[in-house]
């Protein structure tokens, strides 16, 4: 059981660090697997909160944002530093998550989501007015990733896609690390109790609202580091970004892969966004299709792709 | 020495008394069983010790401190370990889980991100050893969705022992039961009681639950407390009889 | 100043009550049904685009009579096809899918009719301004703020002395009871929906004629009808009532003072509930916990 776990993720990282190579023969492209990569990484952090917790946060893309905001400021205003412009996005989105997160604990259910979409709303509301520092409609533009430099390991991920690729696969596997562990560890258990019975949670001694709390808190860093990651995909935040509909792209990615698995939304993210970007290129009305998409979805694949594969519970 | 002191409690929900003034002592080591008709508001009382909802008036010491106004995880911090008539369990896990998740609050490891090799193989034994006493040790990787229902109220019952408890509080442990699993759930209480000396309150209705188990037998009725007394004593109650074939009318 | 004042508070009733039209059908559906109806925004374009169809044959005053119901009934085929398959399931599930059904209809609506605007034409005595003095009030205005009062006074009276508003009533504080009478349930959350929607939909009709036609106007008044329930109180439709028309002043007298916060102060007011009463102005503690 054990090694057969280690077999699948062995195969994945496999898959992950080969893409480059696998994915020109089938018609792709290296930009495209670190777009999918980022948000990938954004729907298993949004999934760190909604399938591992319990908790319907239907507003998260507004964390996504403020690290896509956070890290191109940083790179704009503050320094030329790509690692920098990550840690700040990642903060930024965490920070402001856990102010928030103490609002919107204390109500849970269809309140906890709306509360949250509407928090969301506030930040894409502010991105959009506030034009001088944020570019407004237009976005944030005028910054680029910068190559790195530690001496003796030189990436230039500014030009080179594979290079840029890599070092986000890095920055990936170091937030999917986290994640990982923190899962596995005792506070990661409370959680999963929290989302299987929390009458129960509670009569076992844990304060619900404050674990709800955190888990949201690490959810929202998580989120920030994707949207930092993002903002250097294109050099480029868009206050699109930061918009309930961008939530709910997450959540359906979520869905799609299986909320239950750890690695479902990112295989969600990868199916989500090459239907996407296929279905824009040979239909004008792409948006009604992707809207089917979330309907027949819901309807008939709830459990998504990997949920068929789950060891079938009572 | 009274593990638990309550002293004129009373719930009101609008113009609805469900509990009247109730008073109850329970000293350590004793096992007192509620009983009273449907209705009587055995487990709003029982909500009320547990902490789901504060009381209207009156106070509940446990263990010498006023816990009237504490929420429900800071009394299960203190020692109260509670189950329900509909099992309160995590479906999805296995009993191991179960288990593990309720030893690890109360070893005071849920905030951890990180134990160490000693400190998990302890809990290992600590979940085996509770396992044992419920006797569900073979049955520790199955989920518990899938037991039988009297093994899962004996999961539910290992999961309240991992906290430690310095009470237990069973709400109808034998509900929904047939005679075997009754038998079975009866004697693991039993067990509990006069071989590892727990302090227990629990609900029934099944009387020969009643009066196997019990130390002392309180009635409630309407909210009020009708009668306490050994069971011998309330069975002999004319006022208990009353009340209970009042009800059958 | 005081005149200024005066138009934004009036101006801040008048989009008020806009919003309560909305916020309230938002909250019977959500209140009965525990379902967030991210479409309701596409309901109201639906509204509005029927009444533009149906304006060349029977005038806007037979629009404004037909195209509600007709509204209606598009959503009782919704939620009877799409979402009565969700009601035992997780939240999640009928969020999301609204979510697409939003994107299916804005979507739809702009593959019918295209992308622009369209004129909806009102009858010419409501477009006048009422005097020059009170030249912010037309016609059309006030207009619309009675149908809202007549809307919503017919609607707390369908709900306090009608058999169908009883019993949505009691299905709101517990379901399972009103099933357990041998109410119909499934019938229950259905016609509940379709009055949710008819609100919607005679939003559209007003909106059409006031702001004009496109497929992307209903998204924009969700997340008002959704402060407005969060500000009021969730469970209580008096608490949408209020918390509309506070949006609506509230956002009205930003205007004057602060005009680029005025969208912003709503959001505002929000934490500030949140921070302060969480539960709303009139919701009661315990709901939706």
């Known amino acids: 059981m054990q090694s057969r776990k280690l077999i699948v993720l062995a195969a994945i990282w496999a898959v992950l660090l080969l893409a480059p190579y696998w994915m020109v023969p089938l018609g792709g492209y290296t930009a495209l697997a670190t777009r999918v990569l980022v948000l990938g990484l954004a729907a298993m952090s949004l999934n760190f909160l909604l399938g591992f917790t319990g908790v319907l946060s239907f507003g998260h893309a507004a964390y996504f944002g403020l690290g896509a905001y956070g890290a191109g400021l940083t790179l704009k205003y503050l320094a030329l530093s790509t690692p920098l412009?990550?840690?700040?996005?990642?903060?930024?989105?965490?920070?402001?998550?856990?102010?928030?997160?103490?609002?919107?604990?204390?109500?849970?259910?269809?309140?906890?989501?709306?509360?949250?979409?509407?928090?969301?709303?506030?930040?894409?509301?502010?991105?959009?007015?506030?034009s001088s520092l944020t570019g407004g409609d237009d976005g944030l533009r005028g910054f680029a990733r910068q190559p790195l430099d530690f001496g003796l390991l030189k990436l230039d991920i500014l030009t080179?896609?594979?290079?840029?690729?890599?070092?986000?696969?890095?920055?990936?596997?170091?937030?999917?690390?986290?994640?990982?562990?923190?899962?596995?560890?005792?506070?990661?258990?409370?959680?999963?109790?929290?989302?299987?019975?929390?009458?129960?949670?509670?009569?076992?001694?844990?304060?619900?609202?404050?674990h709800i709390w955190i888990a949201f808190t690490l959810s929202c860093f998580f989120m920030g580091a994707a949207g930092a990651l993002y903002a250097l995909v294109n050099n480029f935040a868009d206050p699109r970004g930061l918009h309930y509909s961008q939530s709910g792209d997450f959540v359906m990615m979520a869905v799609m892969g299986g909320m239950r698995s750890f690695w479902g939304p990112l295989l969600g993210a990868a199916v989500f966004v090459v239907l996407q970007d296929y279905l824009s290129s040979v239909t004008v009305n792409w948006m009604s299709f992707v809207g089917l998409l979330f309907v027949l979805v819901v309807l008939f694949f709830p459990r998504g792709l990997l949920g068929f594969f789950q060891r079938s519970r009572a | 020495m009274n593990v638990l002191e309550i002293n004129n409690l009373t719930k009101r929900f609008g113009n609805l008394v469900a509990v009247r003034e109730v008073s109850l002592n329970v000293a350590k080591g004793e096992l007192c069983a509620i009983i009273g008709p449907n209705g009587a508001g055995k487990t709003t009382f029982f909500n009320l010790i547990s902490g789901f909802f504060p009381p209207t008036s009156g106070t509940i010491i446990f263990d010498g401190n006023d816990i009237t106004r504490l929420a429900t995880h800071e009394r299960v911090a203190r020692g109260m370990a509670r189950t329900f008539q509909i099992t309160e369990i995590f479906p999805e896990?296995?009993?191991?889980?179960?288990?593990?998740?309720?030893?690890?609050?109360?070893?005071?490891?849920?905030?951890?991100?990180?134990?160490?090799?000693?400190?998990?193989?302890?809990?290992?034994?600590?979940?085996?050893?509770?396992?044992?006493?419920?006797?569900?040790?073979?049955?520790?990787?199955?989920?518990?969705?899938?037991?039988?229902?009297?093994?899962?109220r004996a999961a539910e019952i290992a999961m309240a022992l991992a906290l430690k408890p310095h009470l237990l509080l069973l709400d109808e442990p034998t509900a929904g039961m047939g005679d075997q699993e009754t038998y079975q759930i009866t004697q693991l209480i039993r067990k509990l009681h006069r071989d590892s000396n727990y302090s227990i309150v629990l609900i029934e209705h099944d009387m020969r639950v009643v009066f196997h188990l019990a130390d002392r037998v309180c009635v409630l009725d309407q909210g009020r407390m009708l009668a306490q007394g050994t069971p011998q004593q309330i069975a002999a109650n004319e006022a208990v009889q009353a009340a209970y074939l009042g009800q059958a009318a | 100043m005081t005149l200024?004042?005066?138009?934004?508070?009036?101006?801040?009733?008048?989009?008020?009550?806009?919003?309560?039209?909305m916020a309230l059908g938002l909250s019977l559906i959500l209140n009965l049904s525990n379902v967030i109806n991210f479409a309701h925004g596409g309901f109201l374009v639906i509204g509005g685009y029927i009444a533009y169809a149906l304006t060349p044959y029977v005038g806007?005053?037979?629009?404004?009579?037909?195209?509600?119901?007709?509204?209606?009934?598009?959503?009782?085929?919704?939620?009877?096809?799409?979402?009565?398959?969700?009601?035992?399931?997780?939240?999640?599930?009928?969020l999301l899918l609204t979510f697409g059904l939003a994107f299916m209809i804005e979507d739809g609506t702009r593959f019918i009719f295209g992308?622009?605007?369209?004129?909806?034409?009102?009858?010419?005595?409501?477009?006048?301004?009422?005097?020059?003095?009170?030249?912010?009030?037309?016609g059309y205005r006030l207009f619309m703020v009675a149908v809202v009062f007549i809307a919503v006074a017919l609607l707390f009276i369908l709900l306090r002395y009608s058999r169908l508003g009883v019993r949505i009533r009691a299905g709101t504080l517990d379901l399972e009871t009103v099933a357990a009478l041998g109410i119909n349930v499934r019938m229950l959350r259905s016609l509940n929906f379709a009055v949710?929607?008819?609100?919607?939909?005679?939003?559209?009709?007003?909106?059409?004629?006031?702001?004009?036609?496109?497929?992307?106007?209903?998204?924009?008044?969700?997340?008002?009808?959704?402060?407005?329930i969060i500000v009021g109180g969730i469970g209580s439709l008096a608490g949408t009532l209020m918390g509309g028309l506070l949006i609506g002043v509230a956002s009205g007298v930003t205007a004057v003072f602060f005009p680029a916060a005025s969208e912003a102060v709503i959001y505002v007011l929000m934490a500030v509930i949140l921070l302060t009463r969480p539960r709303g102005l009139f919701g009661e503690e315990g709901m939706m916990s």
């Open chain 1, 160 to 210: 080179d896609a594979n290079s840029f690729y890599y070092f986000v696969l890095f920055c990936f596997a170091l937030v999917v690390g986290a994640m990982g562990f923190i899962l596995r560890s005792p506070f990661g258990r409370t959680m999963i109790a929290i989302r299987e019975n929390e009458r129960r949670s509670r009569f076992l001694g844990i304060p619900v609202e404050r």
């Open chain 3, 196 to 228: 949710g929607i008819f609100l919607a939909g005679l939003s559209g009709v007003l909106a059409a004629g006031q702001l004009g036609l496109e497929p992307t106007m209903g998204t924009g008044l969700l997340m008002p009808s959704f402060i407005a």
């Open chain 2, 93 to 152: 896990l296995t009993v191991f889980e179960n288990v593990r998740i309720a030893t690890e609050v109360a070893d005071g490891f849920r905030l951890r991100a990180w134990i160490g090799k000693t400190q998990t193989a302890k809990v290992h034994q600590q979940v085996e050893a509770t396992l044992k006493l419920v006797s569900l040790e073979t049955k520790a990787g199955r989920l518990v969705g899938e037991l039988a229902h009297g093994d899962q």
């Open chain 1, 85 to 130: 412009a990550i840690v700040a996005g990642m903060l930024l989105g965490g920070l402001c998550g856990a102010i928030l997160g103490t609002l919107i604990v204390r109500r849970r259910g269809v309140y906890f989501a709306m509360v949250t979409i509407a928090f969301g709303q506030v930040f894409y509301y502010i991105a959009f007015q506030w």
């Open chain 3, 115 to 138: 992308p622009q605007g369209k004129p909806v034409a009102i009858p010419p005595f409501l477009a006048q301004p009422l005097s020059n003095d009170l030249f912010f009030i037309t």
């Open chain 3, 60 to 94: 806007f005053w037979g629009a404004l009579l037909l195209a509600p119901p007709l509204t209606a009934i598009i959503g009782l085929a919704v939620e009877r096809v799409l979402i009565r398959p969700l009601y035992g399931r997780d939240p999640l599930y009928s």
């Open chain 3, 4 to 21: 200024l004042l005066l138009f934004n508070i009036t101006n801040g009733l008048i989009v008020g009550a806009f919003y309560v039209l």
